[in-house]
């Protein structure tokens, strides 16, 4: 059974600074990997997805990687903003059906 | 852009309500779901419509029903609300299977 972890469950940086947020999965044969962003009491915003052949994909100051033989995609934001905080969330596919399986989310909290 | 709209972004019912929830798209996605997001359990697929009068269970069916009688429109059904379906319900639509799925704004949900 597929299992998506995002570590830290919380992050707090200053403005200005580069972060990376984490996601690892358990099964590799996973079809794609989708980045989403959910601010507080809202829905959510797809950021980003990169299919299972592809190893990054950029949106921005965003950058997606894909490590299927180790598990993890890694979501990078250059030079942090207030603007940017919020619940970060990776979900999985595990194939050409419509099943995301989703991480419990990084909620990030950019300072001024 | 893509719009998935969500009839109310707060509702409190009381148990033993019957309770609709109403999500339309403007993109013509042939697919459109039904989550609940919780704290420490995350997203969780209740039902999935993959066209009109379609429809297929997720995780967690139980106590839920859905329709869609029109490609735009996906309900779902609170047939006796219990206080357990207090939550956070998301809509989401996608063109393709395992593509993007666009949200809604989210409709939190109180059963007293």
Same mark, same amino acid.
């Given at each position: =059974? ?42 959510? +915003? ?21 490590? =299927?033989?180790? #598990?993890?995609? +890694? ?7 207030? $603007?940017?905080?919020? +619940?970060?969330?990776?979900?999985? #596919? ?10 419990? $989310? ?7 | ?29 042939? *697919? ?35 329709? /869609?009688?029109?490609?735009? /429109? ?9 206080? *357990? ?28």
């Amino acid at each position: =059974k597929q299992e998506v972890t995002q570590i830290p469950a919380a992050l707090s940086v200053p403005e200005g600074e580069n972060l990376v947020l984490n996601c690892s999965f358990t099964d590799s044969a996973i079809y794609n990997l989708q980045w989403f962003r959910q601010d507080p009491g809202k829905g959510l +915003t797809s950021l980003l997805l990169i299919q299972s052949s592809q190893r990054e994909q950029t949106s921005g100051r965003l950058n997606a990687s894909l490590d =299927k033989s180790s #598990g993890r995609s +890694t979501l990078y934001i250059a030079a942090s903003q207030p $603007g940017d905080s919020a +619940t970060y969330l990776c979900a999985v #596919g595990m194939d050409s059906s419509y099943k995301l399986i989703f991480g419990s $989310g990084t909620r990030l909290l950019v300072r001024p | 852009d893509v719009k998935v709209t969500q009839s109310s972004r707060y509702l409190v019912k009381r148990t033993g309500e019957k309770v609709f929830l109403e999500c339309v798209q403007d993109m013509d996605h042939e *697919n459109m779901f039904w989550y609940r997001q919780d704290p420490g359990l995350g997203l969780r697929l209740i039902y999935f419509s993959y066209d009109v009068k379609m429809k297929e269970k997720g995780d967690i069916p139980e106590g839920y029903s859905v329709s /869609r009688e029109k490609k735009e /429109r996906f309900s779902l059904i609170l047939e006796s609300a219990s206080t *357990n379906q207090t939550s956070m319900y998301l809509c989401a639509s996608s063109l393709e299977l395992a593509e993007t799925q666009y949200f809604g704004p989210g409709t939190r949900l109180l059963v007293l």
